[in-house]
């Protein structure tokens, strides 16, 4: 397949581009490089003959149709998102525009090209959102495909209206779509505004490590690399008009799991303590959802997918690769507003 993908140089989309160039694809990576997209996470791929760079923002409708009408993608896939809570409570209006407005001009841009080309039966558009959309439940209870949104933030808000977009999109103008929603990823590469690169970071560091109220909120966590295994599936194998829901199977609280990254940083880097005595309870966050879990039954039934690598796992091969690419991390914790506390109050 030829396989254009927006967001391509970000922490999830780099890690479905890497993988989709392994497995033979034609791959056009679409990213206007915002502050969390690095090309370095790209490295590997970048002199690859099916590796192609476009430089373009998903806001720019007429750049979208050039970009499109010069590849003739026979998938797209998008990732292009802001995506990080805090933040959006300090700038909504930036992830209005770009996952609201961004979306919208992705989709007509689509419609635009599929409807050009005859309405091919092979074409797909693949919309990647959150179980964030879904809200917060309980201490029962688990996401499924059928569930009410319910967004409690800026940033599950402005995904929420993009999945609706997509489905108005399917409903009323027939565009072959299919539709993924993931539980909380980590793995290599992910941008260190997000907590297990953050815990790394202070960590080494001989910072504090901050964790929001308690540390009682759930999370379920999603190896990077296994949710780019998913969403190629998804793509190729998923029925049209349908969502996914894809989970990690690993559900845990945020005091452990910043615990376990201790633990884990304490076996392979040892400091001169144990490095959850650095642990600092913060206050907590507004709209903080309380617990995410999502139901992975639908991928696995329908399309034979389930995760492959444990949190246990998963964590030690991400510790391992933040501790080998020291310089990377540090770079990216240079930049403008990362490592300060955002989304703090109103």
């Known amino acids: 397949m030829k396989i254009l993908i927006t967001g391509g140089a970000g922490f999830i989309g780099s890690a479905v581009v890497r993988l989709a160039i392994l497995q033979g694809h034609e791959v056009v990576n679409l990213d206007a490089l915002t502050y969390a997209a690095c090309l370095e ?21 007429h750049g979208l149709k050039k970009v499109i009408a010069k590849h003739k993608p026979d998938r797209i896939m ?12 300090d700038e909504p209006g930036a ?20 409807e050009q080309q005859g309405r091919p039966d092979n074409f797909r558009f693949h919309h990647i959102s959150t179980d964030e959309v879904f809200g917060s439940l309980g201490l029962d209870g688990v996401f499924t495909e059928d569930t009410s ?23 009323t ?60 599936t998804v793509l190729k194998r998923g029925q049209v008009g349908r969502s996914y829901n894809i989970g990690g199977e690993n559900e ?18 040892p400091g001169p303590a144990p490095y959850a ?13 309380q617990r995410y879990a999502i139901d992975p039954s639908r991928i696995g039934a329908e399309l034979g997918w389930r995760p492959s690598v444990t ?13 080998e690419n020291d310089v990377w991390l540090r770079s990216l914790y240079a930049r403008h507003g990362v490592g300060e506390r955002l989304g703090g109050g109103v």
């Open 41 to 61: 996470n790209l490295s590997e791929v970048e002199s690859n003959p099916r590796y192609h760079f476009e430089k373009e923002d998903i806001c720019n409708l």
């Open 78 to 89: 998008h990732l292009a998102a802001e995506s990080h809570v805090d933040r959006s409570i």
């Open 95 to 114: 992830f209005v525009e770009t996952n609201i407005n961004g979306t919208y001009n992705l989709l007509q841009a689509a419609r635009s090209y599929w």
């Open 149 to 171: 949104y319910a967004p409690n933030n800026p940033y599950s808000a402005s995904k929420a209206a993009s999945d609706h977009l997509v489905r108005a999109w399917f409903e």
């Open 173 to 232: 103008f027939g565009l072959p779509v299919v539709l993924s929603n993931c539980s909380n990823n980590y793995g290599p590469y992910q941008f260190p505004e997000k907590l297990i690169p953050v815990v790394i970071l202070n960590a080494l560091a001989g910072h504090p490590i901050p964790v929001y109220g308690t540390g009682s909120n759930v999370r379920d966590w999603l190896y990077v690399e296994d949710h780019a295994d998913a969403l190629l």
């Open 252 to 269: 845990v609280r945020n005091i452990d799991l910043v615990r376990m990254v201790c633990a884990v940083l304490d076996e392979m880097h």
């Open 277 to 289: 005595q650095s642990i600092k309870l913060v206050a907590d966050r507004p709209g903080h959802d």
């Open 311 to 323: 949190l246990a796992e998963g964590l030690k091969k991400t510790v391992r690769w933040y501790l």
